[in-house]
Every structure is written in structure tokens, then in C-alpha cells.
């Protein structure tokens, strides 16, 4: 598998894999419920949109597709080579990372709405909650947070690692105001979202740290997943 995503409504578990296929799980059971098949490479990347009827897929094979859980095929975009993909909380804008651009489309009229330039290719991207901001991960070793509705760099945030592999980042505490990331160095970096502070670097891995999740319903928990094969729940006091 190459990246998971739960629906909205916490029924469904979406898994994309490196055979070329999709596969939507029911959560309460463990059964697999329908196989996707199309892409002509690896799906990377999927993302929910809001009604947890639909999603959609990207593939290396610079393709999108937009499908219902039945397997039909809503919508297909043949452009751009999608690296990660977010709805936002409106469900109406996708946001696309290909190469170095973050690509918007709207998902009403299926038709490409803006573009930001970035200064290195983007391996990954997480929205916040109000779809405004997206923080980025750059292939340069840095962290950067646009601003979608007025195109502008907001903040950048440095001294983790990341040369060789896909790093995620994500926003931590329940108003977003810490920035949380892996590393190549196996080290947790933290940081204060708007000072760009570093606040702590959490050791406790034997390998890169690919993947990071906060906990949104609490104040200091988060997960880290690693190539040492070992996911870590971290309880921490940040201040």
C-alpha cells in the first residue's frame, strides 16, 4: 500500500497500492466491499470528498479520477502528474501537488482555478481545517505554509531532514497552531506555527519517520509511523 484515507463519516477505509488498483474497505467489519481498477501505474494518492460517496484517485500515470463507491468513473483528468491531493472542508476545491506547483480545481465545474509555484517539487500536502492554508513538504528540505485565498507564502520551517524520501507533515492542537513533521534523521520536529519556532525534536525512532497524525480530539497526542516498522502514540504538554 502506498497511502489510506478513512471517509468522511468513519464508514469506509480507502488503500491505495503500488498494483495499480484501489481497494474500499468496510470499517466495522474488516470486508473488503469493491476493487477499483484503471490507472495505468500506482495509485499515490486519494482523497475523500465530503459526502463519503465519492473520492478520487491519483496516479503517476498523470491521471485523476473521480469515482463512486459503485465503481463508477464520475470524471477523469489526463494532465498533470499528481504527487498528493486534498479536498477541502467545502468539498467545492481540490488541491493538487504536481511537481513544484499546487494546482486548484474546482470540483463543481471540473476546471483548473489557480496555481501556485513553489521553489523545489512537492512530495506531499495537508489542508487545515478551514481549507484557507496548506503546508507543504518540499524535496529542498523545506517546510512551507501557503495561503490559498491570497496565493502568499505565509511561513517556512526548517531543520529537519529530507533529501531521499516522501516526508509528511501535518497541523497539530485543536486551533492548528503547531506545525508537526517527520524527518530522515528518525526525530519528530516541532514547531510553533506562526513564530516559526522550532519547539522540540522528539527522538524515539530507529529509522526515517515517513508519516505523522495528531489527534484532533485531544491536546498533546499524535502518531508517528517509521521505516523502523514500529508506529509510535506520542502524549506530550506543548506550550
Known amino acids: 500500500m502506498s497511502y489510506l484515507k478513512f471517509s468522511p463519516n468513519s464508514e469506509y477505509l480507502l488503500t491505495c497500492s503500488n498494483d495499480k488498483s484501489l481497494i474500499l474497505w468496510q470499517v466495522s467489519s474488516g470486508s473488503m466491499i ?7 501505474d500506482m495509485v499515490n494518492c486519494c482523497a475523500w470528498l465530503t459526502d463519503s460517496k465519492r473520492f478520487i484517485s491519483g496516479s503517476p500515470d498523470h491521471s485523476m479520477i473521480i469515482w463512486d463507491i459503485d465503481g463508477t468513473i464520475l470524471h477523469t483528468w489526463q494532465c498533470i502528474r499528481p504527487h ?17 506547483n499546487l494546482v486548484l480545481y474546482s470540483l463543481g465545474t471540473k476546471e483548473e482555478i489557480g496555481r501556485i509555484g513553489d521553489t523545489a ?6 489542508l487545515s481545517d478551514n481549507g484557507h492554508n496548506v503546508l507543504v513538504n518540499l524535496e529542498s528540505g523545506q517546510i512551507h505554509l501557503w495561503n490559498l485565498e491570497t496565493n502568499t507564502l505565509l511561513h517556512h520551517y526548517s531543520g529537519h531532514q529530507q533529501h531521499r524520501f516522501i516526508i509528511r507533515s501535518c497541523f497539530g492542537l485543536p486551533d492548528q497552531s503547531i506545525i508537526l513533521s517527520g524527518s530522515e534523521d528518525s526525530k519528530l520536529y516541532i514547531w510553533h506555527r506562526d513564530r516559526e519556532r522550532l519547539v522540540e525534536v522528539v527522538s524515539g525512532h530507529g529509522a526515517t519517520i515517513s508519516c505523522v497524525a495528531w489527534n484532533r480530539n485531544t491536546s498533546g497526542m499524535f502518531a508517528s509511523a517509521s521505516d523502523d516498522k514500529i508506529v509510535c502514540i506520542w502524549e506530550r504538554r506543548i506550550t
Open 34 to 40: 469493491h476493487k477499483y481498477e484503471r490507472h495505468n
Open 84 to 100: 498528493d491531493i486534498a479536498v477541502d472542508s467545502s468539498g467545492d476545491r481540490l488541491v493538487v501537488a504536481s511537481e513544484s
Open 121 to 126: 517539487n512537492i512530495t506531499s500536502l495537508s
